[in-house]
């Protein structure tokens, strides 16, 4: 079990990102309202524009999955089994946690099922964490 300053961690730590995730859709949608700047903006292009915006609105897929793992994860938090594995039932230890608050699997269970994605021949060619390994929480 998490105590209580490690909970009040982790959930600033999920909602940072989350933040973060909502950030970058924002930024998405700045650039595309700022486009090509020519001059006027009159009412010809203001139905194109709208439509634009309405388009960057949408999450790109990955930040919306991302975004689900990370509401999951605040979910888990407030029942208080973020830190149960969801394969094994055994606990997930905090420092895991605070790295990847989004997995549902400790250390054990991830190794075992990275055997068996190892085992499967590659599909795609998966992003390598690098020291921002956070920004590419997704996984199984
Ligand atoms: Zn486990």
Redesign the pocket.
Known sequence: MLNDQQTAQLKQVLVDAERRVLQSAQSALELTREGPTDGGRDSIDQSNSEELVSTALRLRDREQKLLTKIREALGRLAEGVIDE?E????PIVFRRLLVRPVTT??I??KERSEEDERRAPPTENLPTGGADAAEDWPES
């Open positions: 594995c394969m094994c039932g055994g699997l400790c054990d269970c």
